[in-house]
C-alpha cells in the first residue's frame, strides 16, 4: 500500500509536465487523480493510461481554466466521475506564463489572462472544492522561485500571479487548520518541461547556465517537484502548513 491509498487528488493541468509528474508521482502512492486538462486530450488520455498501467486509478477532467464558470466547469465534471464528490488532496497547478516581455509592452488583455489563469481561476476552484475537501485533506499551491529571488522583467505579470498565490496559501492556512486542513505553495524554478522548452532545450548555453544557478549543478526535472508535493499531500507533512517551499535547487542561495 502507497502513503496516499483510499484518498482522491485532483491535479489542474496535471496531463502535462509538472503537473504531469504529479499526477504520476500521487497516483504511484495510491491515490485516485483525477488529471485534470484544458485542451490537450490526448496528453490527459496519456497520462491516465500510465498511471492505471503502473496499478494506479485515474481519470481525466476537462474545464478551460481562465474564462467565466471555469471553476463549477471543473467540479461539474470532476463530480460526474469522482462518485461521492469527495476529495482529500486538490493541487492548484495549471498556469500560463503568458507573453515574456517587458513591462512597457504588457498589455491590458495580456495581463487579465496570465491573471485569470494563474489566479482568479485556483482561488474559485479551491473556494467551490472546500465543501467537497475532506477534514485533514491538503491543498498544495505550485508558486515559482521568482516571487522570492527577484523575478525577470519579462515575466513581470507573471511573478505578480504567483506573489497573489503566495499570500492566498498562507491565509487560507489559518483559514482551514481547524479542519485539519494544511494549505502550502511549492515554489519551483527553471524545470525542463515542455513550456521552457523553446529557449531551455534548444540551447546549450542557456541550460548550462540554469545548471549553474543551483549548486547540484543541474537543471531541475518535473519529477523535482513531484517528489515535494507527494511529500506535502501525506500524513509525513501533518506539521507543516503555510510554507512556501523553495524547489528550486538552492538557486535563491
Known amino acids: 500500500m502507497g502513503t496516499l491509498t483510499g484518498r482522491t487528488a485532483l491535479v489542474t493541468g496535471g496531463s502535462r509536465g509538472i503537473g504531469r509528474a504529479i499526477s504520476e508521482r500521487l497516483g504511484k502512492e495510491g491515490a485516485r487523480v483525477a488529471v485534470h486538462y484544458g485542451r490537450d486530450a490526448a496528453s490527459a488520455e496519456q497520462t491516465v493510461k500510465e498511471i492505471r498501467a503502473a496499478g494506479g486509478d ?29 476529495l482529500d488532496i486538490l493541487v492548484n ?30 482561488f474559485f476552484i479551491t473556494q467551490h472544492g472546500l465543501d467537497r475537501l475532506r477534514d485533514g485533506g491538503r491543498v ?17 505579470a507573471y511573478t505578480m500571479t504567483k ?13 482551514l487548520g481547524e479542519r485539519g486542513i494544511t494549505v502550502n505553495a511549492v515554489a519551483p524554478g527553471a524545470i525542463d518541461t515542455d513550456m521552457n522548452a523553446s529557449w531551455l532545450r534548444d540551447s546549450a548555453e542557456a541550460r548550462e547556465g540554469v545548471a549553474a544557478m543551483s549548486p547540484l549543478r543541474r537543471v531541475g526535472e518535473p519529477r523535482d ?20 517551499i523553495d524547489a528550486t535547487g538552492g538557486a535563491l542561495l
Not at 499551491?141 to 515575466?155: A, F, I, Q, W, Y
Not at 506573489?163 to 483559514?175: E, I, R, W
Open 163 to 175: 506573489g497573489a498565490v503566495d499570500s492566498f496559501t498562507s491565509v487560507l492556512a489559518k483559514q
Open 58 to 86: 485515474a481519470f481525466a477532467v476537462r474545464a478551460e481554466l481562465g474564462v467565466p464558470g471555469d471553476a463549477e466547469a471543473l467540479w461539474a465534471a470532476f463530480d460526474e466521475q469522482a462518485g461521492d464528490g469527495g
Open 140 to 156: 498544495i499551491n505550485v508558486s515559482t522561485g521568482l516571487t522570492r529571488g527577484g523575478g525577470m522583467p519579462e515575466l513581470i
Open 93 to 122: 497547478n495549471a498556469g500560463t506564463d503568458g507573453p515574456r516581455v517587458p513591462l512597457g509592452e504588457v498589455t491590458p488583455e495580456n495581463f487579465d489572462r496570465v491573471f485569470a489563469v494563474n489566479t482568479k481561476a485556483p
Open 225 to 244: 517537484v513531484a517528489d515535494i508535493v507527494a511529500f506535502l499531500a501525506s500524513d509525513d507533512s501533518r506539521w507543516v502548513t503555510g510554507q512556501w
